[in-house]
């Protein structure tokens, strides 16, 4: 599964950049599309923006750090998902959904000094995102999901393992006697 989950993480950055390049060639920097329009009631937009920052713009213009940041976290979550790769194919989605936002972003920010984005939600006022930004929330989702849920690795130990715990260590005692 740590392969399939590799190929999923490269198949959502091809889209990711390949979406990028075409936003980059069609629309220009600042313009904005309507898409969905009701009247006028706007819900959804393509916004052609950049962020040399992280999220909100914060961290403007700390390229190094928005560089070596993710490239620790990519190669740490590569290699807990390798260290995973027999465990739930939900937690090796999620992993390979973090790593691939974070590497499309990290293309851009070494590529063009900036990200690329373009996805306006008009509903509410909330700053324009990409296709990287959607799979590392639903991914950071879905892991969330999973440890809260489906993990079993931190569950409370229930009474028979309990007493099973102080059997083994009575038997150990009466060995040391």
């Given amino acids: 599964m740590f392969v399939i989950s590799l190929l999923i993480a490269a198949g959502l950055i091809a889209v990711d ?7 980059n060639a069609n629309l220009e920097i600042g313009s904005v599309v309507e898409v969905i329009k009701f009247g006028d009631f706007k819900l959804f937009s393509l916004n052609h923006v950049r962020n040399s920052g ?7 213009g700390k390229t190094w750090f928005l560089i070596g940041l993710p490239v620790v976290i990519c190669v740490l979550g590569v290699y807990y998902m390798y260290r995973q790769r027999n465990s739930s194919k939900l ?3 999620s992993l390979a959904m973090l790593i691939a936002g974070g590497l499309g972003n990290l293309i851009d920010r ?3 000094k900036e990200v690329i984005d373009y996805i306006k939600f008009e509903p509410f006022k909330f ?28 569950k409370k130990a229930t009474e028979s393992d309990i007493a099973e715990t102080e059997d083994t260590a009575n038997t150990a005692e009466e060995k040391d006697e």
């Avoid at 950049?17 to 075409?22: G, R």
């Avoid at 992280?54 to 403007?60: G, P």
């Avoid at 700053?127 to 079993?152: E, K, Q, S, T």
Wanted: include cysteine; hydrophobic fraction near 65%.
């Fill in 127 to 154: 700053p324009v995102f990409n296709f990287a930004d959607i799979c590392v929330v639903v991914g950071a989702i879905l892991f969330a999901v999973y440890i809260i849920f489906l993990d079993n690795s931190g």
């Fill in 110 to 112: 070494i590529r063009i």
């Fill in 17 to 23: 950049q390949i979406i990028k390049i075409i936003v």
């Fill in 91 to 93: 937690q090796l989605v």
């Fill in 54 to 60: 992280a999220a909100w713009s914060i961290m403007e």
